[in-house]
């Protein structure tokens, strides 16, 4: 079965732009959440979607948005970019609500804003 | 102060050696403590879990979590160089997660 797949692996952006990120989860798992990594903040919980719903989120402020499509897949929105927001952008997919079930990292989109 | 706090590191040590990580957190209600595991360039991946206190062994792998402490703690033993890689502690409390920025983690053949 594959793994949970990113892209794009790497973005370079400039301040002010926006960004969009996406995310394929492993076949059958219906939630994917965001997580952005950083070496000072490490892992911090972006949001979660389950059956295109956002059922949780994190204290990002509302620059940073998602979406999740009928098959899963979910993407990312960074707007208005800040040098602050270069980070590993990490998604992980599980079976059911992650509160209850295992999540399976993908292997990050690595941003840097300059 | 934040919910979860590990050492950075880096920690390196030579082959063959028992390897202790530790993490504090803040909440004494926490109840689901995971360690992850996570290779350059790849995404984290669940080593071990475990609900309450006291050890879990699995392998070469034994989580302790001690809830009077609010301390949790991985130890590798036999420490072989595929384990260099940097060690996430996690916790989960409800459906939030919170996690440690890592301890980087190098064994030397």
């Known amino acids: 079965k594959a793994g949970v797949t990113q892209t794009p692996r790497y973005l370079i952006k400039t301040r002010g732009q926006q960004v969009t990120l996406s995310c394929s989860p492993i076949?059958?798992?219906?939630?994917v959440s965001w997580y952005q990594q950083t070496p000072g903040q490490g892992l911090q919980f972006l949001f979660e979607?389950?059956?295109?719903?956002?059922?949780n989120k994190g204290n990002f402020p509302g620059r940073f948005s998602g979406r999740q499509f009928s098959n899963s897949r979910s993407e990312m929105n960074v707007s208005t970019l800040e040098l602050g927001d270069s980070a590993l952008y990490l998604c992980?997919?599980?079976?059911?609500?992650?509160?209850?079930?295992?999540?399976?990292f993908g292997p990050g989109t690595r941003l840097t804003v300059l | 102060q934040k919910e979860v706090e590990q050492d950075p590191g880096p920690l390196s040590v030579p082959e063959g050696a028992i390897v202790s990580l530790n993490c504090t957190y803040s909440?004494?209600?926490?109840?689901?403590f995971m360690w992850y595991r996570q290779y350059s360039r790849k995404g984290p991946e669940l080593l071990m879990y475990t609900y309450s206190s006291g050890n879990k062994e699995d392998g070469r792998f034994t989580a302790q979590v001690d809830k009077s402490s609010k301390y949790i703690s991985l130890f590798i033993r036999d420490s072989q160089p595929s384990d260099s890689a940097t060690y996430l502690c996690a916790i989960r409390s409800g459906n939030q997660f919170y996690f440690g920025t890592g301890t980087s983690l190098t064994v030397i053949p």
């Open positions: 992980a997919s599980s079976a059911g609500l992650v509160s209850y079930n295992e999540q399976f």
């Open positions: 909440n004494s209600a926490f109840q689901y």
């Open positions: 979607y389950f059956s295109e719903t956002q059922r």
């Open positions: 076949s059958g798992h219906r939630s």
